[in-house]
């Protein structure tokens, strides 16, 4: 039997309605397609947390701050719906764009603080994008609980502090990122990675290992642990560093001395692909 | 049997939780207590609307632009669960501040356009509080109606846009305007005018209602009506109109040739009281 693809709105609010009759447990994993070995996890956790279990695919246009990005991230939802098939999805959600934005959309839903740092400062817009498209879709399917990836880490962030600040109902499970054998972080972005630039983009990750050392060996100025990871980067004109800051862990603030958990994120350029990730070091 | 007070946002969502299992239609009036014959209307329509009908009390700060607006909004808990009570309503619910912002609040939800002109142009964020919490109070209640007077036009305007652009699934009620016999529109702020401003804040309706004949009597253009509503107003010390505009009734934009229905919106200060009214006036 072959998944279920809803197109509507409506369709989605009548299974949800349903299952909430019923009392079942839903379970959601909001995506942009393009699935990956990440995405899998998110749906395995999905699957064992809950007894239904819906995707969403939707590559939302609002949060992307860069049209070219837009134009170039892949689509690929033959291949995604095969994936859900695989791993026992009983919906997938694939609204178009005049199902999600029929009119103009004059409402954004905007969390402060926690988006100033990191991708915040270099994406204009990018987290009300991600909030605003977030609250629409839990709106619509009405979960019970719902799947991210710590690999995002501020949008985790973000999308935590959303739900507590507007009361919205939600369990939110955060997943550990998968990574390939050298340790790179699974992304749907990837997959632009020429095979000159695909080695090369593990310097981020190595970076990041590089910090989560230094602390690890002692090191409690934030500062100098962000110079130590930063000089991973190999001098190369395909990479280019945009930031790896060392923060706190709950609203993303700079961190000056290391006395608690923190987390370690950093974004790299690679060729013209962007690249995120994280580790977070608990003492 | 006198009504239960709900003083906990866990209390609602479990007596929320029962009717949507029983599948009993909810109705919703949000107030800031205070309550008068207009909020008994909004009363009314969801006694008549819905099997279930709860009521929330909270004069919420995030609203208020000015520091005496709020320390000087009136607060009646007593007297309001009584009217309650008298008008047969199954729950109210009269969260704290603590309850309601247990935290400092990092998350706002904006409506722009809708919200420039008339009274955003002049109280700054009181919208984005409106707005933020409107969307948290459905969140804990779930409603399948909320009712909404007329009196506050962007209000509702602005709740209209914000339910539909979010898909919080929710019917927004309006409730035309209750007036006492000479005309005045209520609102909770009304007791705070002295017997001699009383007669005074009559102006305000005089004025939208000399609009309305206007434009019943051929005046097509817009900025003409807002001149003879303006003259409406009497050269008095007590009295200061902050605005008089014919603007469009769902995003409320000025309009400069009325060739549709149109909404007369303004807003005059009695005194150091700030009253607001409107009339909409169809083909």
């Known amino acids: 039997m072959s998944v279920e693809v809803a197109g509507t709105i409506a369709r989605v ?20 397609g393009a699935l990956h070995a990440g995405h899998a996890r998110l749906i395995e956790h999905a699957r064992r947390g809950s007894d239904q279990v819906i995707v969403s695919i939707f590559v939302n246009p609002l949060q992307f701050d860069r049209k070219d990005d837009l134009e170039r991230y892949p689509r690929t939802l033959d291949a995604d719906v095969r994936i859900c098939e695989d791993l026992g999805v009983d919906l997938v959600f694939a609204p178009s764009i005049a199902d999600m934005y029929p009119v103009e959309p004059l409402c954004t839903v905007t969390v402060k603080k926690i988006t100033d740092g990191l991708c915040g400062r270099f994406r204009p817009g990018h987290f009300d994008g991600v909030a605003t498209v977030v609250t629409k879709l839990f709106e619509i399917v009405g979960p019970d609980v719902a799947y991210f990836g710590e690999k995002d880490a501020q949008q985790l962030a973000v999308i935590r502090r959303m739900v507590s600040d507007l009361n919205l109902g939600v369990d939110i499970a955060g997943v550990p990122t998968v990574r390939e054998v050298d340790g790179l972080a699974m992304s749907s972005r990837n997959v632009r990675l020429s095979s000159e630039e695909r080695p090369k983009a593990l310097a981020l990750y190595q970076a ?49 001395t290391i006395d608690g ?19 977070t070091w608990e003492p």
Do not use: C, K
């Open 208 to 256: 990041l290992r590089a910090a989560e050392r230094a602390i690890a060996n002692g090191e409690r100025n934030a500062r100098a642990v962000e110079r130590v990871a930063a000089a991973v980067i190999p001098p190369d004109g395909a990479l280019r560093l945009e930031y790896l800051e060392v923060v706190d862990p709950f609203e993303l603030q700079r961190v000056d």
């Open 261 to 279: 958990a923190v987390l370690i994120a950093g974004a790299l350029w690679v060729g013209n692909t962007r690249l995120i990730d994280n580790i």
């Open 13 to 32: 609010r009548a299974w949800r309605d349903g299952h909430r009759r019923s009392g079942a447990r839903v379970g959601f994993v909001p995506t942009m």
